[in-house]
C-alpha cells in the first residue's frame, strides 16, 4: 500500500469565528489563528481543517457561501489567508479548506442570476419545481421553498437560504473543479468535503444519500482537481457503512482518502429517533461493537478511517460521554487514548485538548444556531415546552461546541478584546484554559501531544490489524498487533472500579493516565482508567 502523510497525521480543526479574534470586533479571524500558530505546532499537528472562510451572509457560519475565491470581511481577505498559509507551512502545517459545494448561499452570484433569468445558465445550476413534495430539510420544515421571481420551488435541504445545487449539470460540475483547482494552486493540503453523500440526490425519487451518480462524480472530481497531488480529502458521510466507505477510500476506486462515518456518534440520541431526543449516558457495548466493525472492516489497502468524537455540530464530548466534574482530565485523557491508538486519522476538535466542555445555555437568545433556532420554533409551535426544549439544546445543540476557545483565565478568555463576543465565553474559562494547560505537565494538553507524537512515530498504529478484547462491560480494551509487537490499549469508561485480568508482562508503558503498578498489583481499574502497553 503506497503510504501518505495523512497516515501518520493528526488533524486540528479551526472553527474560525471561535478560535481568535485579533481585532476587538468579539469575532475569531484569520489574523487570530495566525497568532496562535506556535501553539498548535506544539501541539504537534500535522494540518489544520478549517471550517469555510469564504464570503458569507454567514447564516450558517460560513457553510452558506456567497463566493468560493473570495474570503469573508470578518476573517480577513485573500492577503490574509496567504499569510495564514505561508505561515502555516513554515511551522509544517497544512491548511484543509472546508468544501461546501452541496449547496451556495442564497447571495451567490450564480444563484441571483438563476432567479432573475430563465434563460440564463445558472437557471439549471439549481433544483427547481412546480409542486414541492414531502422532503424536509435538515433545518427543520419543507426542504422546497417557494421563490416568487423564478413562480416555482427551490429544493434546499438545508436552511432557505442554502438552495442546493443540480450536480447533474456538467457546466456547474466543471465550475466547481475549476475552484478546487484555484485553492489547490494557492497550497493548501486538500479538502474536508461538506455533506459530500448528497451530491447524487434525485429529489424526485426521495433521493438524499447515496445517489446513483455520487461515485461517478467523485471519480470526476478526483480527474479534474487534487487527483495528481499528495492532498488529504476527507468525505462528511453521515449514513456510511463500512462498505460504503470503502467505495470511497479504497485506494483502487481514486476517490477520496477517508470519510467522516457518523455510526459512534448515532449513540447520542435514542435509536430511531431525532438527534433532540438524546440517549442518557454511553451505551459502551455498542460503542465497542461499533468500532469493532470500522476497525476491522476497513482494512489496511481496502479503505481508510478517520476517528474523531467532537466537531462543530456535535456536543462537547466530557459533556455527552466523559466526566464534567473530577474526572473531568481523567475521563478526558481516556476518551483521547482510546481513540488515538486506534488505526485511522484522527481528529482533534478546538478545545477538545484543554478539556472543554458544554456551555450552560438557559435560554435561546444566548444562540446562534439555525438548526438549535429552528428547532425551537418548531417545537415550541407543536406545543412543547421550554425547558424540554432548553434541555436538549444544552445537551446536543451545535452552539456548545462553537463557543469562544478558552486561552487564559483573562478577559473574554484571552479570545478577544471585545465587551461582547459573538457567542458567550464558558464560565469555566477561569479553570480550563491553554495558559493553564500548559503549565501542568499533566495536562489534557499533554496527553494530546503524545499521542500526536505517536501518530507520527510508530508504524504500527497504522500497520497493526485490530483484535476487540472481551472484558467487563464498561472497560474497552483492544488489541493491536504487527508480526513483531503487540499492543494493549485498555480504557474504563466509567468512574466505577473494574476488574481487569493484566497477567501479560509489560514490555513498555506506551501511554497512561494512572499509576501502572497499582492497576496490576490490584488487577483493578480505577475510574477512567487508560492505558497503552506493549506486550510482545
Ligand atoms: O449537525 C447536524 C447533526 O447534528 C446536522 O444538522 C448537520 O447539518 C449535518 O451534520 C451536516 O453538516 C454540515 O453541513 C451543514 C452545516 O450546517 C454543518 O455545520 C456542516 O458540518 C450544511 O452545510
Ligand atoms: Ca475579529
Known amino acids: 500500500m503506497k503510504k501518505h502523510w495523512w497516515h501518520t497525521a493528526t488533524i486540528y480543526q479551526i472553527y474560525p469565528k471561535s478560535f481568535m479574534d485579533s481585532n476587538g470586533d468579539g469575532i475569531g479571524d484569520l489574523q487570530g489563528i495566525i497568532a496562535k500558530l506556535d501553539y498548535l505546532q506544539k501541539l504537534g499537528i500535522s494540518a489544520i481543517w478549517l471550517s469555510p472562510v469564504y464570503q458569507s451572509p454567514m447564516d450558517d457560519n460560513g457553510y452558506d457561501i456567497s463566493d468560493y475565491q473570495a474570503i469573508a470581511d470578518i476573517f480577513g481577505d485573500m492577503t490574509d489567508m496567504e499569510e495564514l498559509l505561508a505561515q502555516a507551512s513554515q511551522r509544517g502545517i497544512k491548511i484543509i479548506m472546508d468544501l461546501v459545494v452541496n449547496h451556495t448561499s442564497d447571495e451567490h452570484a450564480w444563484f441571483i442570476e438563476a432567479r432573475q433569468n430563465a434563460a440564463s445558465a445558472e437557471r439549471d445550476y439549481y433544483i427547481w419545481r412546480d409542486q414541492p413534495n414531502d422532503m424536509l430539510s435538515t433545518f427543520s420544515g419543507s426542504a422546497w421553498e417557494y421563490d416568487d421571481q423564478v413562480g416555482e420551488y427551490y429544493l434546499h435541504f438545508f436552511g432557505k437560504k442554502q438552495p442546493d445545487l443540480n450536480w447533474e449539470n456538467e457546466e456547474l460540475r466543471h465550475k466547481i473543479y475549476d475552484m478546487m483547482n484555484f485553492w489547490i494552486d494557492k497550497g493548501i493540503g486538500g479538502f474536508r468535503m461538506d455533506v459530500i453523500d448528497l451530491l447524487g440526490k ?48 479504497n485506494p483502487d476506486h481514486q476517490e477520496l482518502s477517508m470519510v467522516f462515518q457518523f455510526e459512534h456518534i448515532g449513540l447520542q440520541h435514542k435509536p430511531n429517533r431525532p438527534k433532540w431526543d438524546y440517549a442518557d449516558g454511553l451505551d459502551v457495548p455498542a460503542l465497542k461493537r461499533i468500532f469493532n466493525k470500522w476497525q476491522t472492516q476497513l482494512p489496511l489497502g481496502e479503505g481508510w478511517n478517520s476517528l474523531f468524537w467532537n466537531n462543530h455540530d456535535l456536543p462537547r464530548v466530557l459533556s455527552i460521554w466523559g466526566d464534567t466534574g473530577s474526572y473531568r482530565e481523567k475521563s478526558a485523557k481516556a476518551l483521547a487514548i482510546l481513540l488515538h491508538l486506534m488505526r485511522g486519522t484522527p481528529y482533534i476538535y478546538q478545545g477538545e485538548e484543554i478539556g472543554m466542555t458544554n456551555y450552560p445555555f438557559e435560554s435561546l437568545e444566548q444562540l446562534e444556531d439555525i438548526e438549535s433556532l429552528n428547532y425551537a420554533k418548531e417545537a415550541l409551535a407543536n406545543g412543547e415546552d421550554m425547558d424540554g426544549i432548553m434541555d436538549s439544546i444544552g445537551a446536543v445543540g451545535r452552539d456548545n461546541a462553537r463557543t469562544p476557545m478558552q486561552w487564559t483565565a483573562g478577559k473574554q478568555a484571552g479570545f478577544s478584546n471585545s465587551d461582547h463576543t459573538w457567542l458567550p465565553v464558558n464560565p469555566n474559562y477561569t479553570d480550563i484554559n491553554v495558559a493553564a494547560a500548559l503549565e501542568d505537565q499533566n495536562s489534557i494538553f499533554y496527553t494530546y501531544q503524545r499521542l500526536v507524537a505517536l501518530r507520527q512515530e510508530s508504524g504500527w498504529l497504522v500497520d497493526a490489524d485490530f483484535e476487540l478484547i472481551d472484558s467487563e462491560e464498561k472497560v474497552f480494551a483492544y488489541r493491536r498487533s504487527t508480526k513483531s509487537a503487540s499492543y494493549l490499549v485498555v480504557v474504563n469508561l466509567s468512574d466505577q472500579m473494574q476488574e481487569v485480568k493484566l497477567t501479560c508482562p509489560v514490555k513498555e508503558v506506551v501511554i497512561a493516565n494512572t499509576d501502572l503498578d497499582q492497576v496490576i498489583a490490584t488487577q483493578t481499574l480505577g475510574a477512567w482508567d487508560a492505558f497503552c502497553i506493549r506486550v510482545v
Open 202 to 249: 434525485l429529489p424526485d425519487q426521495k433521493i438524499r444519500e447515496n445517489g446513483p451518480k455520487l461515485h461517478d462524480y467523485l471519480k470526476e472530481m478526483n480527474q479534474a482537481s487534487f487527483g495528481q497531488h499528495d492532498l488529504l480529502t476527507v468525505g462528511e458521510t453521515w449514513g456510511a457503512t463500512p462498505e460504503i466507505a470503502q467505495q470511497y477510500s
